[in-house]
């Protein structure tokens, strides 16, 4: 491996170690402690890194106990995440944010691009939940990324590196765990790690792992039955990869990853529902304790990840050329009780009492296949001046379906609106059914980049990339039953653009960098589904029923950093502003039980980032982080269907926060670690966590507190009476507390997570504008676990 000025330029030896390839370069060619990351796609010491990155490596994951994205973000400045349950969880970074989005707005694009190594794997609503065991880093790139990794990148990038096979070695991890949620169930994991040589130019790689998730949420049933624990579940797969050298300049790394999710339930508490409230007279009238909801029926999530990816690389001597092709297939069911959904309906149209109780299933399937592929070539010679070339396509088959299953329904349609009507309006779609819809999607993108690195002096780089890019989706959908439209279209859209980026780096000393940016980030556009109208109130009606379709949203980054790596303290610091166009915001559309997205014109953050690490004496090590944004509208779309003139829609407002950000996110952690006779070594740690106060969805800042009167007369209940809520999400803290020791190759752990046993509103989740449920999503309460590894 070669330097000039702060570029490390591959050589066909070191190739071989490339981070990307063999993470294992980090430990053989890096200085000592010094962390080796790709995120510019070449392998950088990650202080060189000319913009703000952050890397959790494995030693970090294991000391701290992280099982998944949301407590790797404890300790990632501006990295937020929404836990909505496994498999669901929204990422945001720097608040760059459109709200909560959920399971039933396929067509609306992730803002945060996730990558298992060079591959692609974020998906709107279903971002997997990739296992975290045997990784060699997590790193969370800030700012829009869409020079080097395109669409979806536009408030930042995660990246999970994976160990890969290393040639002539024999090694393995085998890790067990167990743990208990306070007043809850049982969890626990078995995962296993083995890398051996099969050739004296070829390594295979094995991960397999198994997770028991506990529950911690209960259900309120009928008769007064209450079921403990009902959002337990567990995961479990694999990743098996070869690395083949047939030449000392060519590598190929072919890898098969499977996973498997399936949790009964989700992790909602609930305030209202249709079924248990204050009001009801000839029913248990209810008051909702804490973790608890109602449910007819059980819910599920389930998701079968299935990807199989080649990773091909060649040094040509000048030029290294790297293919990276990727194939996924996901399953996806996410099953919810909507009885209280549709008996709002039913109540609403005046069907017979007895259908009130027909338990009613919300199944949501989505059918992904997804072929990508990368090809890069880059210099690898002695200059001033270093490159990137890439080209990008990718073919998209999502399909996306409804059936709402509620056994017997159709008699008592038939019974209200005359015999035949449920066989005349469900089609082709099943029986029983009132709603039921099919939305096939076909997106293809194809896009060209490069970027390049010129070295004016031994101090000083300047930076240069851009990406051109060309978009088609098309959607069709079909429709049946009483709550449908009955519809049967096709709409498409389609974009093309340029995404540019220009960076400054400056050594002022071996050990202080200053660095500045200013990039262009791209989110992507879409259709919106059609509105339930049969179900929506003529009002919602005419406020969202012009929103068809939805522009691209993009943005310019400008940012100003510092990276200070001196002897025993690490600190890095960056202030940023985002000017963003044509925000994509999500909001609830009323009585309609839809969801819609649309384009605000303007909008802003302007935040401060900083994160600190620090030896202060043998043995002891400390980090702080910290994040303040302001991220508010600069733009009012104002409600024209009302006669108030200060009536604007979903929360818009000039000078409104966006919705799903914390203004403030601070973390610290520290770790002793002590030496206990012999060659044993034992250690004590915690890590504290603060999130301020944030808003779901724009609208809920708008006339907070809220009311919310359903207008259903049900259970002796009038309908009349109001549920009066705080919708900004209280502020919360997370303390989490570590003991352990190690020797001769064995750790041995007890901790105590969310010590303090604090009931975080993560959302707030509404049925029908709330007139059919009410909650908040919330996190896990205290929980004791022990873990055992062995490595050999």
Known sequence: MRFFGK??????????????????????????????????????????????????????????????????????????IQNLGPGQSQVGIRGVSAGQIVRDQPGVKEQVGVYLDESVVSLSLFTPDLELF????????????????????????????????????????????????????????????????????AALRIVAFGTIYPGFIDALGEGGTITNDVNDGNRYGARVSLRWEPTPDIAITPRFTYQDINVDGFNRQEVYNLYAN??????????????????????AFEDRFIMSDLNAEWDMGPVSLTSITSYQARDILV???????????????????????????????????????????????????????????????????????TPGYDVFTDLRFGPGT?????????????????????????????????ALT???????????????????FVSGGLFSNGDNRTDSTQSDGFSPRFLLSYDVSDAVTLNAQASKGFRLGGVNDPLNVPLCSPADVALFGSFQDYDDETLWNYEGGVKVNSGRVTFNAAGYYTDIKNLQVTVDAGTCSSRISFNVPKAHTLGFEAELGAELFEGFDVSLSGNWVSAEFDST????????PTDVIGGIRDGNRLASVPKLQLAASAQYSFPIGGKAEGFLAGSFQHISSRYTQPGDQEGNPRSFVS????????????????????????????????????????????????????AFDRERGGRARLGFHTNQPRTFGVTARMHF
């Open 335 to 405: 099953s919810r009780d909507a009885s209280a959904l549709t008996h709002s309906v039913s109540i609403d149209l005046g069907y017979a009492p007895a259908a009130y109780l027909i338990p009613s299933n919300l199944r949501d399937t989505t059918q992904l296949k997804t072929f990508t592929q990368e090809a890069r070539l880059a210099s690898d010679y002695e200059s001033r001046l270093q490159w990137l070339l890439g080209v990008f396509y990718t073919d998209i088959e999502r399909n996306y379906a409804q059936r709402l299953p």
């Open 458 to 476: 031994d101090r000083f780089d300047i930076t240069a990339g851009a990406r051109y890019y060309d978009f088609k989706e098309e959607r069709a």
């Open 711 to 762: 207008g259903l007369a049900f259970g002796g209940a009038t309908g009349l009476n109001a549920t009066v809520l705080d919708l900004e999400l209280p502020s919360y803290q997370i303390v989490n507390l570590s003991a352990g020791i190690t020797w001769d190759k064995t750790d041995l752990i007890f901790y105590v997570n969310n010590v303090t046993d604090e009931n975080a509103l993560l």
């Open 7 to 80: 570029v490390r330029l591959l050589t066909s030896a070191a190739a071989t170690a490339l981070v990307a390839v063999s993470p294992a370069f980090s430990q053989d060619e890096a200085a000592e402690d010094e962390i080796i990351v790709t995120a510019t796609k070449r392998a950088q010491a990650i202080q060189d890194v000319p913009f703000s990155v952050n890397a959790q490596t494995q030693d970090d994951i294991q000391r701290t106990g992280a099982q998944n994205l949301e407590d790797i973000a404890r300790s990632v400045a501006g990295l937020a």
């Open 134 to 201: 045997d990784l060699n880093r997590v790193e969370t790139l800030r700012g829009p990324q869409g020079t080097l990794y395109g669409s979806g990148n536009i408030g930042g990038t995660i990246r999970y590196i994976t160990n890969q096979p290393k040639i002539g070695e024999f090694e393995g991890t085998l890790e067990g765990n167990v743990n208990q949620v306070e007043e809850g169930g049982t969890g626990g994991h078995l995962k296993g790690a083995v890398n051996f040589p099969i050739s004296d130019n």
């Open 637 to 644: 779309l104002p409600n024209n269907t009302t006669v108030d």
């Open 422 to 454: 449920a066989a005349a309006t469900n089609g082709a779609f099943p029986s029983d059914s009132p709603y039921s819809a099919d939305l096939p999607y076909d997106i293809k993108q194809f896009a060209v980049f490069g970027e390049a690195t010129l």
């Open 278 to 299: 204050p009001f009801t007279t000839t029913r248990p009238a209810v008051n909702f304790q804490e973790r608890r909801q109602h449910l007819l029926l059980q819910e």
